[in-house]
């Protein structure tokens, strides 16, 4: 029986990090998959400058190249100002400032339309603390709530296979130090709250398409992007290194073993 995925993310370029593969997943195997991003991403870094409505523009493109490649049926932008890395941007319409419960309606509508099986939000931490991160799972929740979506799943990363992941690529010539393991300490999820953990080796090539898209990510003139270290890596240590996806279930106890399919609880 084929279900409806809705995938909700701050920005563009967020779906290609964190939900591709199982957003390729899901796709390859008949269920409907919606892309919905609550901004445009244009204060984000991006080589000489130039953010705002070209960057915005540019990164919308993006976004439609990475849907395609992942087989996504719609993608659907809610409209807000991208707030900035540290909630610096985006004046009276920055998502992360956005009320709550008209976000939400937004979003809603969307769940409505397509009447949503899935959702996937952040989790409460937005990951490692952006805050327009953050505010997707507030949003993502009371829309869950007001559209009556059955499931709702926290993508997140597990804190133990990102850190030894880094030990790996840490050594590689060029990688930069601040992806030492030490840094994600506190970031994303322990291991003992996971609910799921999807294996989505087969739509590694995929994953890399979607993550190539958002070519105007891969370059900053300070410091380096993590899109661009990823493409970096072998084929072999990319389809290793990001071969599963992780994900909190809102409302199910953790359990051994972890959940391999996001529709587990539809299902039932």
Excluded at 127 to 137: E, I, L
Excluded at 202 to 225: M, P
Aim: glycine residues 10%; contains cysteine; charged residues 25%.
């Amino acid at each position: 029986m084929p279900f409806t995925l809705v995938a909700f993310h701050a920005h563009p370029d967020d779906e290609a990090l964190l939900t591709a593969g199982t957003l390729a997943r899901a796709a390859a195997e008949g269920h409907r998959v919606v892309l919905v991003v609550a901004t445009a991403g244009e204060a984000g870094l991006v080589r000489g400058g130039g953010t705002g409505p070209t960057l915005a523009s540019r990164r919308l493109a993006e976004l439609e190249r990475s849907a395609a490649a992942l087989g996504c049926a719609r993608v659907e932008v809610l409209g807000y100002a991208d707030s900035g890395l540290h909630g610096e941007s985006g004046g009276e319409n920055a998502f992360a400032r956005a009320d709550v419960d008209e976000a939400a309606g937004r979003l809603c509508r969307v769940l409505e339309d397509e009447s949503a099986d899935v959702l996937t939000v952040y989790d409460p931490a937005g990951g490692y603390g952006h805050p327009d991160h953050v505010q997707v799972g507030r949003v993502g929740l009371r829309a869950a709530e007001l559209a009556g979506t059955p499931s709702v799943l926290e993508a997140t990363v597990d804190r133990t296979a990102l850190q030894r992941v880094l030990r790996l690529v840490h050594r590689l010539p060029g990688i930069p130090a601040d992806f030492a393991p030490g840094r994600f300490d506190a970031a994303y999820t322990a291991r003992d709250q996971l609910t799921h953990r999807v294996d989505v080796r087969r739509y590694a090539e995929a994953k890399r398409a979607a993550i190539a898209a958002h070519v105007s990510q891969a370059g900053a003139d300070e410091g380096t992007r993590t899109l661009a270290v990823l493409l970096r890596l072998p084929r072999p240590l990319f389809r290793l290194a990001l071969g599963h996806e992780w994900y909190v279930e809102r409302g199910r106890r953790p359990s051994a073993p972890l959940l391999d399919d996001v529709f587990a609880t539809v299902r039932a």
